[in-house]
């Protein structure tokens, strides 16, 4: 019941920056908190950011600590994620997902709705 979707994906040189966005619309999207994840072909999805929209908890997978910032704004109902200091290794296709009442935000077998995805390439 909640539709997504990813924005501002492209091609930037390493140590470059991007904002990507995640605009969600349909059922009310105050109780969901909401994930970030990647992921590179061949490879399984990975965890990279979360956040709650009531509580402002954040959480940040250990390889995009202090480079990755996700925040909210809950009259427009997106999440952002501002991604300094790209690396090659950041390349993928970057994924926003909703979690009813979530706890475990972690996981992506948690999340029941995901956007399309965001392509982020990063040049060396």
């Known amino acids: 019941q909640v539709q997504l979707v990813e924005s501002g994906g492209g091609l930037v040189q390493a140590g470059g920056f991007l904002r990507l966005s995640c605009a969600a619309s349909?059922?009310?999207?105050?109780?969901?908190?909401v994930g970030w994840f990647r992921q590179a072909p061949g490879k399984e999805r990975e965890f990279v950011a979360a956040?709650?929209?009531?509580?402002?908890?954040?959480y940040y997978a250990d390889s995009v600590k202090d480079r990755f910032t996700i925040s909210r704004d809950n009259a427009k109902n997106t999440v952002s994620l501002r991604m300094n200091s790209l690396k090659p290794e950041d390349t993928a296709v970057y994924y926003c997902?909703?979690?009813?009442?979530?706890?475990?935000?972690?996981?992506?077998?948690?999340?029941?709705?995901w956007g399309q995805g965001t392509q982020v390439t990063v040049s060396s």
């Open positions: 997902a909703a979690d009813y009442l979530g706890s475990h935000l972690q996981s992506a077998a948690e999340y029941d709705y």
């Open positions: 349909g059922r009310t999207f105050s109780t969901y908190a």
């Open positions: 956040i709650s929209w009531s509580g402002g908890r954040t």
